[in-house]
């Protein structure tokens, strides 16, 4: 079974993309079969890899129902386990067009279903709204990872995040459950840093992830080498953080895929 993992916070600039890229990256290089999908109209995943004149078809064309189907979107890239579904600014413009729609919610579910086979993970970065693309994710995903900044006020806004969670879980995704939340942007030397950290994991508990990321300024200049923090600074705390991250994601997935399986035959 495919663990489809939805990166997702709408405040901006909390360490979703840096998150997605470097989550999927590190999951591939302990050789699971992995595919990123970029469902932000601000593409930075997808530039991370590609040029943007380099991108024909992309997940435009998914939620536009043009392209006739997800393989012809997905793109290898250097890394023989990592591939990626792009993104384009034009997908900015359906928000409107598919509000209007009735199976809106479920395109990204439907078109992924035939290749889910070809992947062992699919990990998908969402853009700083709960618009009807994070809801396609969340309505796709067996499970949501929450970056949250350790910054003041990096709380507030989990609130909506959470109320859109249990609306989808209620109805769309039942099976839909939080992985984990994890603490990104970490300067150990200052208080908001130190503070925020004890109010996550009051509010969070168990749920926070025991990897904190924390400010690195290689995780910040690597997308314009067009390379994964691995490859551009493999030795870097970042690297190593991320590392440390995916181990623990895979752990949760393969414990809560041991707990299900007991529970369906009980
Ligand atoms: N751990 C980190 N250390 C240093 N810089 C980081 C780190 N994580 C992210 N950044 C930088 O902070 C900025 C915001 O990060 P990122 O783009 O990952 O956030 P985001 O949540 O995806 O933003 P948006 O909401 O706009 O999509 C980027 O310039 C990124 O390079
Ligand atoms: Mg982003």
Redesign the pocket.
Known sequence: MTSILAIA?Q??????????INLAAAIALRKKRTLLIDL?P?S?ASIAFLDQADIQLSMFDIFADRAPEMAKVIRATKDPNLFLAPAKLSLARLEQQLAGQFDAPYKLKDSLTPVLKDYDYVVM?T??ALGILTVNALVAATHLIV?IQAAYFAIEGTDDLLETYARIRSRPNPNLKVLGVVI???DRRTNISRDTHEQIRAVFGDALFKTR?????R??ES?AYKETIFTFAPKSP?AEEYKKLSMEVIQRVEADRVASHSQDAA
């Open positions: 916070n405040k901006g600039g909390v360490g979703k993309t840096t998150t997605a932000d601000q930075n970065d853009p700083p970056p990104t942007l970490f990321i924390s400010k690195n300024v995780l910040e997308p970042g």
